[in-house]
């Protein structure tokens, strides 16, 4: 084993035309993984806690996909089930919390003690007479140890007002720091992770026998050449993962449900984590309270009003989020707000109509498995099917070696990305 400095011509499509006269000496590791967002970045901790060698390599800033822009809220599944009914997509998410909170305890599977904790808990709100159903139902013996009916006295200050006619629920449901958590995950096993670049930075070779199965993949870094060898190559990349695929003969089929999100930054604080909940499937609003970089606080809005905004201007989703939240709460002091509005997609394996997965995805095709969490939330559970699915095809950690570590020193190390709202109000 040792480092590979390969003579090869790189081609149009990203993959290499040999010199045959140079003999390429791949470095060895048991995975890779492609994506450094919450899965690949929880599956990479569980790996190498588990002793594979296993490193990570990331195209932009470790996050940077859906994962930062997430709303970060660990939930257990109840605003899948507002129909009155837990449903399969509610009740694969359902031991998640209790996981999270071990690991923000520092007594699970993973140490997370030192993510931000943004709430403890997740309100449902209603404005006015929430349907009786979905009131019996949320005090039903199923769900009574789930969500709790809130005290008045106990409203958080947004709703602490005499015009405010409706219900309010609490639900056990952590919300985080996007940034924290993944900075949490980078930190144990950091040496093991770098940047590739997006473009033209890496080539798979295919085994010539089998189109489905990865021979090896080249790292471009600068005028250096690395070459990869692993039992598996693990494909984490969100929507990244379909472009990723395209060198499999048969690739999984990838969707995306696109959003437009929204950014309220105030010039007072009102600490906010809530649904709210009407008669339809979805929440009509997710609103989640996030601190920036220059000490002020935005809510960050999604939802039912997400979905429905994909067709429209910013200018118009935002116009739209005004006049919502001046309707649901007309007594706040919203003529200082700053609005930003921004698309983006959750990419998840194809279903029938291109409805939301009910849980996560692994896909093994030869020596490549491809993943989608679909929620932040089921990372853990992904994980689990990850170590299952190598443990099945007996896929062994390997001894440590340094030359695992020398060899990938001509690699650059990525960044963690911004929360969006940095971003966007800069
Ligand atoms: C607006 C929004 C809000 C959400 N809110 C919640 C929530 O509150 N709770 C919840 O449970 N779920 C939520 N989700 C869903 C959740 O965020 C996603 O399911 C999850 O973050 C997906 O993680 P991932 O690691 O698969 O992908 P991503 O987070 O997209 O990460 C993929 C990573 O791969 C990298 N990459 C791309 N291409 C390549 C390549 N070729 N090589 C190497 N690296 C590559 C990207 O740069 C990125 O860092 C939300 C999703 C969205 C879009």
Redo the contacts with the bound molecule.
């Keep these: 084993m040792s480092i590979s400095r390969i003579s090869k011509t790189w081609n149009l499509n990203n993959s290499f035309i040999y010199d045959n006269n140079m003999k390429n000496l791949p470095l060895k590791v048991d995975i890779v993984i ?9 599956i990479f901790n569980r790996l190498r806690n588990a002793g594979y060698q296993a490193i990570l ?19 257990g599944g109840l605003k899948y089930a507002l129909t009155g009914f837990l449903n399969a997509s509610a009740n694969a ?1 359902e031991d ?1 919390p209790k996981r999270w909170k071990d690991c923000l305890a520092g007594t699970g599977e993973i140490d997370l003690r030192s993510v931000n904790v943004l709430s403890h808990e997740q309100l449902l709100w209603s404005t006015g007479s929430l349907g009786s159903e979905i009131a019996g139902f949320f005090a039903s013996k199923s769900l009574n140890s789930r969500v709790k009916k809130l005290d008045k006295r106990l409203y958080p200050s947004v709703l602490q007002n005499p015009s405010f006619k409706g219900h309010v629920y609490r639900l056990e449901e952590v ?1 985080l720091d ?1 940034v924290s958590l993944i900075d949490t995950l980078a930190k144990p096993h950091q040496d093991f992770i770098f940047k ?1 670049n ?1 473009h033209e930075g ?1 080539a798979f070779t295919i085994d010539p026998e089998c189109k489905d199965k990865i021979s090896s993949v080249e790292i471009r870094s600068g005028q250096e050449t690395l070459s990869l060898q692993a039992e598996r190559y693990l ?7 379909e ?2 695929s395209l060198c499999l003969a048969h690739p999984p089929v990838m969707q995306r449900r696109p ?1 437009q ?1 929204l950014v309220a930054k105030f010039k007072t604080h009102y600490p906010f984590f809530g649904h709210c909940i009407d008669t339809g499937m979805n929440p009509r609003i ?1 609103i ?1 309270t996030h601190p920036t970089q220059d000490d002020q606080s935005v809510w ?1 809005l ?1 939802g039912q009003i ?1 979905e429905d905004g994909v067709n429209r201007s910013p200018e118009k989703q935002i116009a739209i989020a005004k006049k919502e939240l001046n309707s649901l709460l007309p007594w706040l002091e919203m003529e200082t707000v700053e609005w930003r509005s921004f698309f ?5 394996p194809a279903q029938p109509g291109g409805k939301r997965p009910d849980s996560v995805s692994l896909t093994a095709i030869e020596n490549v498995l491809v ?9 853990p559970l ?1 994980a689990d099917q990850v170590i299952a699915k190598l443990k099945q095809q007996a896929v062994q950690a390997s001894s440590p070696s340094e030359n695992v570590l020398r060899s990938c020193s001509i690699l650059e190390k ?1 960044r963690i ?1 911004l929360a969006v709202w940095d971003e966007l109000f800069q």
Excluded: C, D
Aim: charged share 10%; hydrophobic share 45%.
């Design positions: 492609f994506g450094g967002g919450i899965a690949g970045l929880w390599l990331e195209s932009h800033a470790l996050g940077s996909g859906q994962t930062i822009k997430s709303q970060g809220i660990i939930h998410v998640m919300v996007t590739i997006p890496y494909f984490t990349a969100g929507e990244g993962n472009q990723l959003l999100m997710t989640t960050y999604g997400a983006i997609n959750r990419a998840e993943a989608w969490p679909t929620k932040l939330a089921l990372s992904l990525p990305a």
